[in-house]
């Protein structure tokens, strides 16, 4: 069964920064591009961030350009977001997914997921 387990999240203030991991059990985990989308209250889910297979070449929406970083440690079976100057609108549910076999970052929708983690709380006040 394979399971994507994320953890990291939390209340913190608007300026502030958060770091959220995944732990992945796919096997050949090295395989896929991977990424992050979020769900705010209300709104649909929306695509973050991605990581390529190799862990080379991301991919941002423009709201967390230069804010966010995302990475992916195949020694580990690992994937990181990185969150720096945090915004009461980046308040929502993230969660780390797998994307496409061998694949590149871009703009997913979340048909294009293979695999979804259970999603972990972020809350920024302002």
């Known amino acids: 069964q394979v399971r994507l387990v994320e953890s990291g999240g939390g209340l913190v203030q608007a300026g502030d920064s958060l770091r959220l991991s995944c732990a992945s059990s796919?096997?050949?985990?090295?395989?896929?591009?991977m990424g992050w989308f979020r769900q705010a209250p209300g709104k649909e889910r929306e695509f973050v961030a991605g990581?390529?297979?190799?862990?080379?070449?991301?991919f941002y929406t423009d709201s967390v350009k230069g804010r966010f970083a995302v990475s992916k440690d195949n020694t580990k079976n690992a994937v990181y977001l990185e969150m720096n100057s945090l915004k009461p609108e980046d308040t929502a549910v993230y969660y780390c997914?797998?994307?496409?076999?061998?694949?590149?970052?871009?703009?997913?929708?979340?048909?294009?997921?293979?695999?979804w983690g259970q999603g972990t709380q972020v809350t920024v006040s302002s």
């Open positions: 997914v797998a994307g496409p076999v061998w694949g590149t970052p871009s703009n997913w929708t979340p048909a294009q997921i293979l695999y």
């Open positions: 796919i096997s050949e985990f090295n395989m896929y591009a």
């Open positions: 990581v390529g297979w190799t862990g080379a070449g991301t």
